[in-house]
């Protein structure tokens, strides 16, 4: 009875264990190396920081209006949360140091070529000023974020999106459309 | 006089428009009993005139051809986002289609908003990637602008676990094209082909490239870009050794039938023409039998 016990333990710690790194067991071929640096930790922090600031997520409706006055009340309420944030709080320089490796290398890699071509295939946006608090122009195409690069770079939580922008790259709020922050001149 | 010329004008309309409907009225799916019927369209919603009247042929074959859904393959709302720019968009071009019960299963496109999942007639339910089921079908939709391996991870699990006869999967960006502007995803496709592949997917539909295009059966696979329902970029098909059909000279949506083991296609073009038709039987159930497939292009 005793041994069972143990087994079941054991079974559940091996099963608790193992959960978190399903994602990645199932990606590992475009995963080489799993994102883990004492900078992406500060980074997920700082990400997590800012969630808090959220509410519960839209609900899906019939009623156009409500998508959007909805949209933009949590942009709202996001602004005042943080009115003095600005280029680098979350993208802290050690961040944007760790960030700035990662695409480099992704840039330089094997996969190189067909990551410029996703990002050209994707409509790239050019010109584009940004500011941190400031919305994402909705008339303006998304460029795709190249999978071999989601790959190497921090899981972000619902509703977070990693974007690229001519040469930067930016934290996007999707569901306020804010542009959360950037790192400038990062993409070759 | 202004009158007689008004009126002149409006009768050449009338009659090109019966011309028109004379030739649209032909249906070369099979409409079995019980068989799973829909329609795709993609990169339509910019509220301009060719989007309406391909809506409305649309509309026009769904009396004859009654489908029940219509997959979007992205670039839902182009430009503004407004209330009222998203109405001109969708709601009232595709209203004939929605007051007749038609539901629409959307894939979001590089020009939409993720707030798009929220739209109830878009039928997302607030997700970016999703599945649904109709008869012996299985649907699994992405979102290709945000392959992350969360999204993997999900389509893996939910690949292996359908016990669906037939897997089809539709997304914005597509795996193979002979599009000049875009040309194929290579690195969604080095990603996701070895997915299709292992878990038997017969068939995908994208958009993205503002053309229609069936592709050769690629590792067993059978691609159908339809990207022009709404903008267009003729001219811009560049026939490649992949190519089946294309056809870029005008907006098209495409009529699909699944019954039993048989996938029936036709493509249409927004006066009505049929470019493309043919049958695609179930792999599993083919067996190497060469599939069947023909075009009204030369």
Known sequence: MQSNRLLIAAISLATFTAVPWIPFIATARAAPSPPDSPAFREFAQRVQQYVKLRKAPQRTTRHREEIVDRRDALAQAIRESRPDAKQGDIFTPEVSEEFRRVIQSVFQGPSASSVRRTIRQGDPVAGLRLTVNGAYPQHLPLTTVPPTLLSRLPELPERMAYRIVGHDFVLQDTEARLVIDFIPGVIP | MQHLGRLIFLTFIFLSQKTLLAQGQEITLPIKSGSVRFAAIGDMGTGKRPQYEVAQRMFEFQQKFPFNFVIMLGDNIYGGKSPAELRKKFDIPYKPLLDA???????LGNHDDTNERFYKLFNMNGQQYYSFKKGNVQFFVLDSDYLDPKQLAWIEKELANSGSDWKICYF????????????????????????????????????????????????????????ASGELRAGNLKKTDITAVGYDKDQSFLLIEISGDDLYFQAVSRTGVTIDSGTIRRPAALQSVAPQAKSALP
């Open chain 2, 172 to 227: 914005h960006h597509p795996l193979y094209s002979s599009g000049a502007f875009h040309g194929s995803s290579t690195e969604l496709r080095k990603i996701l082909e070895p997915l299709f592949v292992k878990y038997g997917v017969q068939v995908v539909f994208s958009g993205h490239e503002h053309l229609y295009e069936r592709v050769k059966p690629q590792k067993g696979i059978y691609y159908f870009t339809e990207g």
């Open chain 2, 101 to 107: 019960g038609v539901q629409f299963y959307a894939t």
